[in-house]
């Protein structure tokens, strides 16, 4: 069992930046991908960025790439996503997950992901 618990979230203006935090604590045998997901009022969840832990790579949705970027830091089981040049598209939930992934091309889909975290809002005003 994995808990992940998020923080950094918050409002700001367009154009600004956050920087969200995700720590893991628990049982992480067999996880190797850590993902950053966000969901909006009547959409579905989407993934934004993923990491793997067991190798060198990263992939991003391209709705953030140039903008965002995933990195983790192993000596606090914490990943972070920095996020610049916020615009109102982004304001949404945004959920930290863990999970098993295989191929990085499919780590930014749900069903790669068994853990996730209770969430942070970001809203960006205009």
């Known amino acids: 069992l994995v808990d992940l618990v998020e923080s950094g979230g918050g409002s700001v203006q367009s154009g600004e930046s956050l920087k969200l935090s995700c720590r893991a604590s628990?049982?992480?045998?067999?996880?190797?991908?850590m993902g950053w997901f966000r969901q909006t009022p009547g959409k579905g969840r989407e993934g934004v960025a993923a990491i793997f832990t067991d190798r060198d790579a990263t992939n991003y949705d391209d709705s953030v790439k140039g903008r965002f970027t995933i990195s983790q830091d192993y000596s606090r089981n914490t990943v972070y996503l920095q996020m610049n040049g916020l615009t109102p598209d982004d304001t949404a939930i945004y959920y930290c997950?863990?999970?098993?992934?295989?191929?990085?091309?499919?780590?930014?889909?749900?069903?790669?992901?068994?853990?996730w975290g209770q969430g942070t809002q970001v809203t960006v005003s205009s």
């Open positions: 628990g049982f992480t045998i067999g996880i190797n991908c």
């Open positions: 997950a863990a999970g098993g992934c295989g191929d990085p091309r499919d780590s930014l889909y749900r069903d790669q992901y068994s853990f």
